[in-house]
């Protein structure tokens, strides 16, 4: 059974790429177009907080690793955002990242509104975790 889930992709998931396609590129290039300007926004967001994070540009993804000067593990913070800021990220530990602590922040499926508010909440929480512990 593994195997087949490995090498088959869900039908569900080879009807969505057939629709792409048929819908073609206009489509996918308007999405892209939307795509960087919520990243630069997120970017922009973000600027404040270099002063105890490392902010990668995330050049082509719709996420980025954000590198968390702190003393807190990445699922303390996680679980602080969430709790205290209704914000969810990942830690980075959950694909792998073991240094320091990284948080992994998408925004690839939102709406720029959508992405306004949440990074708003994640940097306001950064800042005032961070700012907590000096």
């Given at each position: 059974m593994q195997d087949t889930i490995l090498i088959c992709a869900?039908?569900?998931?080879?009807?969505?790429?057939?629709?792409?396609?048929?819908?073609?590129?206009?489509?996918?290039?308007?999405?892209?177009?939307?795509?960087s300007e919520v990243r630069e926004l997120v970017l922009e967001a973000m600027e404040p907080l270099r002063s105890f994070c490392d902010i990668p540009p995330a050049e082509g993804a719709f996420y980025f690793?954000?590198?968390?000067?702190?003393?807190?593990?990445?699922?303390?913070?996680v679980e602080r955002l969430i709790r205290e800021y209704g914000v969810a990220v990942l830690p980075g530990t959950t694909f792998g990242s073991d240094q320091g602590c990284t948080l992994r922040v998408a925004?690839?499926?939102?709406?720029?509104?959508?992405?306004?508010?949440?990074?708003?909440?994640?940097?306001?929480?950064?800042?005032?975790?961070?700012?907590?512990?000096?």
């Open positions: 869900p039908v569900i998931s080879q009807y969505a790429a057939l629709g792409a396609l048929e819908a073609g590129e206009a489509f996918c290039r308007t999405r892209v177009e939307r795509l690793f954000l590198r968390v000067h702190t003393r807190l593990e990445a699922m303390e913070l925004y690839g499926a939102l709406e720029k509104e959508t992405v306004a508010e949440g990074i708003s909440r994640l940097a306001e929480g950064l800042q005032e975790i961070v700012r907590s512990e000096g």
